[in-house]
């Protein structure tokens, strides 16, 4: 097992048994000279791996992030690979960030369509490697937070995800009001196309249920 320091490297598609330590983020070295590392040096301990392969970030133990850059979209779709084998982990839960620019912003729906809709994995877009860095700090420090109040966080509810709404509603006859709505009952775009029309349609009515149920599973 790679080691830096004292600390094992975190778990992976290809290295699964490693823990990132407590405010710390995992990063693949192949990101160590990068605008984006540097905006996270200062903040967060950084802890460097070269076994991370498909994975770029792990600001948690079971989060694991894939950074597409503005000149990877444009390209093309190699980074689709590394996506689809990070989707096959089912004990990580899978967030892909990507440059929204002038340049990219073209291949932006469809990367929606196929991260959130097809994959059902987190998709957030940011302006540039700085934004990036700002959310992964988040994510480290939202791990680190204690549980004061276990009975309290478990009665939460958890804010829609923007980017999960904004795909739900690229699902034809779909408005924000019943993609809301949906996502409220089901959770994610994954579980919504597990569902049943009956069930759908306690949310919708039968005929837009029909029409979600043949959308998702055609």
């Known amino acids: 097992m790679s080691k830096q320091g004292s600390f094992s490297v975190p778990s992976t598609p290809t290295h699964e048994r490693g823990r990132v330590p407590p405010g710390a983020i995992a990063v693949n070295m192949k990101w160590r000279d990068s ?7 200062g903040k967060v301990r950084i802890v460097y791996d070269n076994q991370l392969e498909v994975v770029d970030f792990h ?3 079971d ?3 894939i ?3 503005e000149q990877d979209m444009v390209a093309g779709t190699s980074h689709k690979k590394r996506i689809v084998k990070l989707r096959k982990v089912a004990s990580m839960k899978g967030v892909v ?4 620019t002038d340049m990219s912003q073209q291949y932006c729906q ?3 369509r196929f991260v959130v809709l097809e994959l059902g994995l987190v998709l957030l877009f940011v302006t540039s490697p700085t934004e990036a860095a700002d959310l992964l700090i988040e994510m480290v420090l939202e791990e680190s937070k204690p549980f004061s109040n276990p009975f309290r966080i478990k009665r939460k509810i958890q804010p829609i995800d923007g980017s ?3 795909a739900t509603k690229l699902i034809p006859r779909l408005g924000s009001v019943k993609a809301k709505a949906l996502l409220i009952k089901f959770g994610s775009i994954k579980e919504l196309s597990k569902a049943s029309t009956q069930d759908i349609a306690e949310v919708v009515g039968q005929s837009t249920a029909m029409h979600i149920y043949e959308f998702l599973n055609k």
């Not at 605008?35 to 996270?40: F, G, R, Y």
């Not at 960030?97 to 929204?100: D, I, R, S």
């Open 67 to 69: 950074y597409i850059s």
């Open 63 to 65: 989060t694991a992030v």
């Open 97 to 100: 960030l990507a440059e929204k």
């Open 59 to 61: 600001p948690a133990n």
């Open 110 to 112: 469809s990367l929606q």
């Open 35 to 41: 605008q984006l590392v540097k905006s996270l040096s």
């Open 164 to 166: 999960v709404l904004s």
